[in-house]
T-cell receptor
Framework: KQEVTQIPAALSVPEGENLVLNCSFT??????LQWFRQDPGKGLTSLLL?????REQTSGRLNASLDKSSGRSTLYIAASQPGDSATYLC?????????????FGQGTTLQVKP | DTGVSQDPRHKITKRGQNVTFRCDPI?????LYWYRQTLGQGPEFLTY????????KSRLLSDRFSAERPKGSFSTLEIQRTEQGDSAMYLC???????????FGQGTRLTVV
């Protein structure tokens, strides 16, 4: 059974700092890994998708890496801003053929202080 | 296309009542997922559809829960005889095909009193 864990559960940093969020998964047979952002009381916003054959993916100040063999992914946020404050969720897309679904971690709640 | 749409955004119901939520996915997205999220937790998988076919249901989904996706377009999630433990945010997502980027709606927050 696929399990996804995110550490830390919460993180507070001063504005401008670079930071890394961690995600680990127990079953390396994933199709891809997706990172999402969630603002309080809102739905999820897609950030990045890394295919199982890729090592990293970049979008603006965000860089996500994937190491399938060790069951880990990281989300790197450069030059953090107060507007980055939110909960960040990683999800492993697990399945094969026509089946498959996203299995989520519990999330890391980030606070960036001005 | 404005993305995945869910209705209603909020629902307060008395214990024992039935409720139905609607999800309109992004047009031409074949995959549609339902998740449930409680405070401080990540979303938990409930069920998903490939077009109109419901391919998998979580064991978390009791017999009181049912979902449909007629004609492979919008989907409904019905909860019968609601219980206080059903209080949660119900999220819908869609994706173009298997394993492609998933887009989520704003969710329906259910409160059972």
């Amino acid at each position: 059974k696929q399990e996804v864990t995110q550490i830390p559960a919460a993180l507070s940093v001063p504005e401008g700092e670079n930071l890394v969020l961690n995600c680990s998964f127990t079953d390396s047979a994933i199709y891809n890994l997706q990172w999402f952002r969630q603002d309080p009381g809102k739905g999820l916003t897609s950030l990045l998708l890394i295919q199982s054959s890729q090592r990293e993916q970049t979008s603006g100040r965000l860089n996500a890496s994937l190491d399938k063999s060790s069951g880990r992914s990281t989300l790197y946020i450069a030059a953090s801003q107060p507007g980055d404050s939110a909960t960040y969720l990683c999800a492993a897309y697990h399945g094969s053929g026509n089946t498959g679904k996203l299995i989520f971690g519990q999330g890391t709640t980030l606070q960036v202080k001005p | 296309d404005t993305g995945v749409s869910q209705d209603p955004r909020h629902k307060i119901t008395k214990r024992g009542q039935n409720v139905t939520f609607r999800c309109d996915p992004i047009s031409e997205h074949n995959r549609l997922y339902w998740y449930r999220q409680t405070l401080g937790q990540g979303p938990e998988f409930l069920t998903y559809f490939q077009n109109e076919a419901q391919l998998e249901k979580s064991r978390l989904l009791s017999d009181r829960f049912s979902a449909e996706r007629p004609k492979g377009s919008f989907s409904t999630l019905e909860i019968q005889r609601t219980e206080q433990g059903d209080s949660a945010m119900y999220l819908c997502a869609s994706s173009l095909e298997v394993g492609t980027l998933a887009f989520f709606g704003q969710g329906t927050r259910l409160t059972v009193v």
